[in-house]
């Protein structure tokens, strides 16, 4: 089905205001910006948008959905995973390969450069990103303790320690290094096989050690 | 030794900056607006620091320091522990009570808020604070390997877990809910004890389940 001229529209809007956003600011950017660098009147970004807010809001809502969705499918297929090691090093390797996108990361910096000011885009980035994931993937761990596989009391915990271990080492060091310090696929690797690893010892049933 | 008035006057400067930067961001904080709260000349502030990089440079390293000393002098001590479960507890509390102090936390969101275009304050940030508290833990895990308190074949790794499994959950909340999100007593006692059960059960000698 080919898009209206009004979702045309809408998307032009969307995707000029991501660019501005991410070069200038939340504070430095401005709806005229926006329509400009779109090319469609203030009164159409206005009749998509009903402020600067809610268009940033959309933004960060289909920014952390598309990256996060193709993750939390593999977080339910490791629940019947027939060799679990591999298994979870494989899913925390396609964790830090979505968390670790270029445009997610500073969406995530710009978010966090509001958080005080505006703190419903800090929710909305943790409830629809790492909560849900953190969610499906406490499902997984339960339904592994269930088969013997791991050892897990409070499934929503071990699922916050995973977490942990594998995504906020980088994720941090990239909010203070800025783009330059995203590992690259050597040291994700190495952070994937350290922090499963860790994990395994910690909650699995046996220590592989 | 009493200050002499020179000293007083840079007291003066860094406090002035300090709340004018946490109020207004670094972009939006002048040298002028600096000079004009501390109550003393431009020219002042400039006799003391060579521009608005270097007085921010000034106040990140020296509260970063403040808070992060005091918590050092306990890594060092818990190479020595007789209850390592417990000791490594307290450790963790005392470590969570410091990253959480919300000066600190603020200036956090500022560096990161900046780390594009000054990747210097976020390398410095990274260096003065978490990566030589790193480097102390490191040695007192090293250390209790020696005395067959832990297992641990790379202690910077495990001083990598241990921090993450300890403050990196509560750090990212109040980066993107601002200080509200802010964990009370019962929550970081939570925190602490989860995180150290975790590290252990991975870096223990033996599982304590």
Known sequence: MPATRSERKRDAIVEAATEIF???GYRGTSMDDIAAAAGV????VYSHFADKEALFLDIVVSTVDETGDP????VVEVADSG????????LARRQLDQVLQPRLLQLRRLVISEAERFPTLGEVFLERGQARTGAALADAFARLGERGLLVVDDPVQAATHFNQLILAGPVNRVMFLGLVGIPKRAERDRIAEQGVRAFLAAYGPTTPR
């Open 71 to 74: 993750v939390r499918a593999g």
């Open 83 to 90: 060799d679990l090691a591999a298994d979870l090093v494989d």
């Open 41 to 44: 009147s203030k009164q159409t």
């Open 22 to 24: 991410l070069r200038s």
